[in-house]
């Protein structure tokens, strides 16, 4: 009776101490794979380019360490709210700074942007895409043909008569502009998916008021050309505070 007690016993102890030794490895395995692991911020499901973010759309990924770039992804989540997607964003896939931004085709603090009337454009260059910059010009009228404005004007958007934003959906400009890849940028622009039929522009009000003065006679109209300062790209990723 005593030996099958102590029999027990021992067994007993012996499932005690494999329980023990078995949560200590576990408890230090888990330890080295926080060590080893980052928790990055990667999309909940997949976010088409232009889509405002907020941190919802947002879930955390446990990656190696050695594929961390502390230059590039977000641990915070809450960082993104209110920024905007320059590229298509894929379902778990760790979020990098440059395929985002906060203010990408928005007007500066003293202009709108202006979708400019069909009737006031004479031209515009087939190769304009958003975030270009273009030289405005004056044609017709009682005055001579001229530059409107000294400065370069940046391009919200071109759109097709369908609403649709003009671009190569095989190699998107902005994914190349946000890379600051000059060459896919002037490759891009080989090919469109359609024709420009609306273009807006950020514009101060003065600005627009004379375009305005200029064309809705129908005397003078616009000639948008395609500037190669757009080009003048660094492929710097946008800054985020608090990181």
Do not use: H
């Not at 961390?68 to 896939?93: I, K, R, T």
């Not at 500066?108 to 260059?125: A, C, K």
């Amino acid at each position: 009776m005593n030996r099958r007690r102590n029999a027990m016993i021992s067994l007993a102890a012996a499932v005690l101490s494999g329980l023990l030794v078995y949560g200590i490895y576990s408890f230090q395995l888990q330890q080295l794979e926080r060590q080893e692991t980052v928790r990055v911020v990667v999309p909940k499901r997949l976010l088409p380019a232009g889509a405002r973010l907020s941190a919802d759309d947002f879930e955390y990924r446990a990656i190696a360490r050695s594929s961390y770039d502390a230059e590039q992804m977000l641990l915070d989540a809450s960082q993104v709210e209110g920024m905007e997607a320059v590229v298509p964003l894929g379902q778990g896939e760790p979020l990098l700074l440059w395929k985002i931004d906060r203010f990408r085709l928005m007007p500066g603090s003293d202009q709108s942007t202006f979708q400019i009337p069909r009737e006031y454009v004479l031209s515009v260059s087939n190769g304009i895409r958003a975030g270009d910059k273009v030289v405005v010009y004056v044609s017709g009228g009682p005055t001579e043909s001229a530059r409107l404005f000294e400065d370069v004007v940046t391009v919200a958007s071109v759109k097709t008569s369908g609403n649709v934003e003009i671009d190569d959906l095989s190699n998107p400009n902005l994914l190349s502009l946000a890379r600051g890849d000059r060459e896919r940028m002037y490759a891009s622009r080989r090919d469109a998916n359609g024709m420009i039929d609306y273009i807006n522009l950020n514009l101060t009000e003065q600005q627009w008021l004379t375009i305005d003065n200029l064309c809705r006679t129908g005397e003078s109209k616009l000639v948008i050309a395609y500037s190669p300062l757009s080009l003048d790209v660094t492929g710097a990723a946008p800054e985020v505070s608090g990181r």
